[in-house]
Nanobody
Framework: VQLQASGGGLVQAGGSLRLSCAVS????????VGWFRQAPGNARKWVAA????????IYADSVEGRFTISADNAGNIVYLQMDSLKREDTAVYYC?????????????????WGQGTQVTVSS
């Protein structure tokens, strides 16, 4: 199972970015995909997750209403649409896969991780 994140960049506050996470692997059925972020000097934190079986989604309070997680029909790409970006959204963003929906907020339960993609929001 492999995940590859992309789409980061530099954007002004109030702007938008869309991150993509390409997922592959025969054993991927039943997994959920989450996005995490790590700001400089801070611990990595969970941001959002999607259940690829029924596209149920869930968000951290800090991004609720501004970020949208989705997946293509085949479940091969998971997106994180980020709108109304704030400076505090600046971080390295990671996508990862977890085998059970009930663990989506538990970082230690994620089995597979993609490399990070940098998002920088300027004022």
């Amino acid at each position: 199972v492999q995940l590859q994140a992309s789409g980061g960049g530099l954007v002004q506050a109030g702007g938008s970015l869309r991150l993509s996470c390409a997922v592959s692997g025969r054993a991927f059925g039943g997994y959920s995909v989450g996005w995490f972020r790590q700001a400089p000097g801070n611990a990595r934190k969970w941001v959002a997750a999607i259940d690829l079986r029924d596209v149920t989604t869930i968000y951290a309070d800090s991004v609720e209403g501004r970020f949208t997680i989705s997946a293509d029909n085949a479940g091969n790409i998971v997106y994180l649409q980020m709108d109304s970006l704030k400076r505090e959204d600046t971080a390295v963003y990671y996508c990862a896969a977890v085998p059970e929906w009930r663990w989506v907020k538990v970082q230690s339960k994620y089995r597979y991780w993609g490399q990070g993609t940098q998002v920088t929001v300027s004022s």
